[in-house]
């Protein structure tokens, strides 16, 4: 049965959720690499490649998905030192996965997670990030005093890599 584990990285919140294809709940939370200001890149890196290795040993992950940067999900709000640095760390832990566990990473971007998760991947009424919070609770993945954006991304994902082995999970909004 596969363990999927789902991360919707960032240079300073990285939202991670993981569990069995076939979970009811899986589990998720956040983590932050930059233990403090002005810390060298090459430090976040170091922490966020540990952790990654001590998650996959830990959790027995053998798919992992990352959101893809931005500038393959086609939109945000990122500066261009920030980008710089999401890309380098999404290098720096497709490594890891690749040696952990031998095969890469599925980089997949926030619209086709969102398509699958809410039921369409842009042109929304609202900002999607909040919806797909909304979702989260009303699929009672997290609870409501949890919600945290970055946290709910990494929960969206997984359930996109879960709907591969459990259709029911596409959006319903039932």
Known sequence: MPHILALDISG???GWCHGAHDAVRPISGTVQWRRHEGEPEDDVLRHAGIW????????????????APIKRSGGGFTNSASQAMLMTLQGGLRFV????????????????????????????????????QAECVRRNFIDPDQVQGDRCDAIALWTYKAAKYRPELKFNPK
């Open 52 to 67: 990654l290795g001590q998650m996959i040993a830990t959790t027995g992950a053998d798919e992992v998905a990352f959101e």
């Open 12 to 14: 300073s919140v990285t």
């Open 97 to 132: 996965v690749v040696y952990q566990i031998r095969k890469p990473a599925d980089i997949v971007p926030s619209n086709t997670v969102r398509k699958l998760f809410l039921g369409r991947g842009g042109y929304f009424d609202a900002d999607p990030k909040q919806l797909v």
